[in-house]
């Protein structure tokens, strides 16, 4: 039986830096992994966004697992608290939450230095001994990625994602539009509760950001997804440390184990991600692996550390891979990163991202590297994510 495998890079695309000699860390990193599939398989290019979305993880893997946003997407909030297995009531919608840092109303951190989640599950704990005669929750998550779940009146709010604005004044970017004055005095009194935290004052005595401010955004209620295996003929589970994919794979009916030791950030565990990702091929046929620290450099405008980042992804996810791959010849590999996270700009951008496809007996090999600048030299463009899908599990470039 044939085995799919799709290792997504996150965040991982940029545009060409000065200080690497205008090259992109995707091009300056050593990939000789990935640059083998790239050279012996097909590389293109694939409009992972579409035009009405903003450019978000949100939506691009919802694509790339085969669902048209337009179809299904209701928001952020919605699918990560799927993962949590959060239900609500008719009355009730559901926001990402972010733990971020701020210092004179001016966006700092909005992951809080990555504060961890035993230190941001108390914050939570603290928000919902306050909110107890309220009707606001909130759901812990990973490090600052958490649930808030408030009244469906406010719907209509128009919010911003926190890691758009890094190093900008938080005042234009508030929730707006109806109700927001309301909705932002809840967001005020959770401010004066995590600023008066014995979490926070530690982390402020060692000299780490504080988690002193919440920050909720693309809220919405629950979707409806079809089943993976109903919608491709495949069964199949996702690996990943945070939220919105398991998430997704919740969703879809895909499996999405526990992983010990997997951070989201550059030291996850990445043994235990690809020794998991092995047992789901053992039962299913199908394993998307993603790596999100790619995305976390991008943000933090750290292009060494994206190399770094880069490099591990090549080296421990996409090289046991190509290993399996020798073991079982039937084997399909795509790699990909979901959009571009550039450090200069430290948020996501919407142009297409470089993608390559290996299997055995592949037509037209590329004969190119994986970067950027070699992938749009090539003739292969995909307009949407779910059409580059149905090409890779019908083994069809169509060039």
């Given amino acids: 039986m044939t085995k799919y495998i799709i290792c997504l890079g996150d965040g991982m695309a940029d545009h060409p830096i000065k200080e690497l000699n205008n090259q992109t860390p995707l091009k300056k990193a050593l990939t000789p992994h990935i640059d083998t599939l790239s050279n012996n398989g097909c590389l293109g290019l694939v409009h992972t966004v579409q035009k009405e979305f903003p450019p978000g993880s949100d939506v691009a893997n919802m694509g790339i697992l085969g669902y048209d946003p337009a179809l299904y997407y209701t928001g952020r909030g919605p699918i990560e608290a799927a993962s949590l297995n959060v239900t609500c009531s008719e009355n009730e919608i559901i926001f990402r939450c972010n733990l971020v840092n701020t210092k004179n109303d001016t966006m700092i951190d909005f992951t809080s230095e990555h504060i961890s989640t035993e230190e941001s599950t108390q914050l939570i704990h603290e928000l919902n ?71 926070n004052k530690k982390r402020q005595q060692n000299n780490k950001k504080p988690a002193n401010h919440i920050w909720p955004w693309s809220q919405g209620k629950l979707p409806s997804l079809p089943g993976f295996k109903d919608s491709f003929g495949i069964s199949g589970g996702i690996i990943t440390a945070v939220d919105l994919l398991k998430g997704l794979g919740k969703l879809t009916g895909l499996t999405t184990p526990h992983v010990k030791g997997a951070t989201g950030f550059i030291d996850t565990n990445y043994e235990e991600k690809i020794k998991e990702s092995f047992k789901i091929l053992e039962t299913h046929d199908f394993c998307y692996i993603h790596i999100e620290a790619p995305d976390e450099a991008g943000h933090m405008g750290d292009h060494e550390l994206k190399i770094k980042a880069i490099e591990d992804f090549d080296k421990h996810i996409v090289g046991p891979v190509l290993n399996y791959q020798k073991q079982n010849p039937d084997t399909v590999i795509m790699v990909l990163p979901d959009h571009p996270t550039p450090c200069h700009l430290k948020t996501h951008t919407r142009e297409p991202v470089p993608f390559c496809m290996y299997y055995k007996g592949i037509q037209n090999c590329s004969s190119l590297d994986y970067t950027e600048h070699n992938a749009s030299l090539t003739s292969l463009v995909f307009n949407t994510p779910w059409e580059l899908l149905t090409s890779f599990l019908s083994k069809k470039p169509l060039y």
């Fill in 129 to 199: 001994q306050h909110f107890s005669q309220q009707p606001i929750r909130f759901i812990p998550g990973v490090s600052y990625r958490h649930i808030m779940i408030a009244d469906k009146k406010f719907l209509s709010l128009n919010t911003t994602a926190p890691h758009d604005i890094t190093d900008k004044k938080i005042n234009p970017y508030l929730p707006k539009g109806h109700l927001e004055e309301q909705f932002y005095s809840i967001i005020q009194e959770a401010n004066t509760i995590l600023e008066s935290s014995p979490i």
